[in-house]
């Protein structure tokens, strides 16, 4: 069954600190894996995307990671802000099908405190 | 920012009424989608098209239907809204060009939080 999970499923760090998300995936023929970026009440906005080949993709203060030997995924969040308090969504595209299916994990939600 | 426009943000209504989400997107994508999100939970894919005049559901079953008559425009309806049907509806749409790095690069509209009371 093709599945995205993501940890922890909250996390609160003060202004200024680093923090690292993960996400581990079983989807299959994988594509590429994205990580997306929620505030509340909005819709999720694109960070970064990567193929199969790609280990690092780098978006600003994002930095993001792929093994797609061990099917995992981590977003690195440098120097913290208030406005990164949101919830970080990792998805997962397979290549098995015309439409493009995307696999969404539950998201992690981040909170930063001044 | 995507140009996609979700329409109304927030919607407020009783039990057995009628109602229509809007969604465009002013981008030329042929595929378009609707999702279903709850509190801290995963969207589901409720409906999808290719194009217009395409429709197909999603993996979530849902009592709402869509319809593609212009390529920029999916509105969803519920003929009889429930409250059952209180969540965040979001729309998104895709160009969905295999094989290039976009492939898949779905754009969100902001989403309208549906309450039914």
């Known amino acids: 069954k093709n599945q995205v999970e993501q940890s922890p499923q909250s996390l609160i760090i003060l202004e200024g600190k680093n923090c690292t998300l993960q996400?581990?995936?079983?989807?299959?023929?994988?594509?590429?894996l994205r990580w997306y970026k929620q505030d509340t009440g909005r819709g999720p906005v694109s960070l970064t995307i990567?193929?199969?080949?790609?280990n690092t993709k780098s978006n600003g203060r994002y930095t993001a990671t792929l093994d797609a030997d061990t099917k995992q995924s981590s977003l690195h969040i440098t120097a913290s802000q208030l406005s990164d308090s949101a919830s970080y969504i990792c998805?997962?595209?397979?290549?098995?099908?015309?439409?493009?299916?995307?696999?969404f994990g539950r998201g992690t939600q981040l909170t930063v405190w001044p | 920012e995507a140009d996609i426009y979700q329409t109304p943000r927030y919607l407020v209504i009783g039990t057995g009424k009628k109602i229509t989400l809007e969604c465009s997107q002013t981008?030329?994508?042929?595929?378009m989608y609707w999702y279903q999100q709850d509190p801290g939970m995963e969207l589901h894919l409720i409906h999808y098209?290719?194009?217009?005049?395409?429709?197909e559901k999603g993996d979530l079953s849902s009592e709402s239907t869509v319809s593609r008559i212009r390529t920029e425009h999916f509105p969803l309806t519920l003929e009889s809204a429930r409250p059952s049907h209180t969540s965040q509806y979001l729309c998104?749409?895709?160009?969905?060009?295999?094989?290039?790095?976009?492939?898949?690069?779905?754009?969100f509209g902001p989403g309208t939080r549906l309450t039914v009371l």
């Open positions: 998104a749409s895709s160009d969905g060009l295999a094989g290039a790095p976009s492939y898949n690069e779905q754009f």
């Open positions: 996400c581990n995936y079983t989807v299959s023929p994988f594509s590429n």
């Open positions: 990567m193929t199969f080949s790609e």
């Open positions: 998805v997962v595209s397979d290549r098995g099908s015309t439409l493009g299916r995307l696999y």
């Open positions: 981008m030329g994508h042929d595929k």
């Open positions: 098209s290719y194009g217009v005049n395409s429709t």
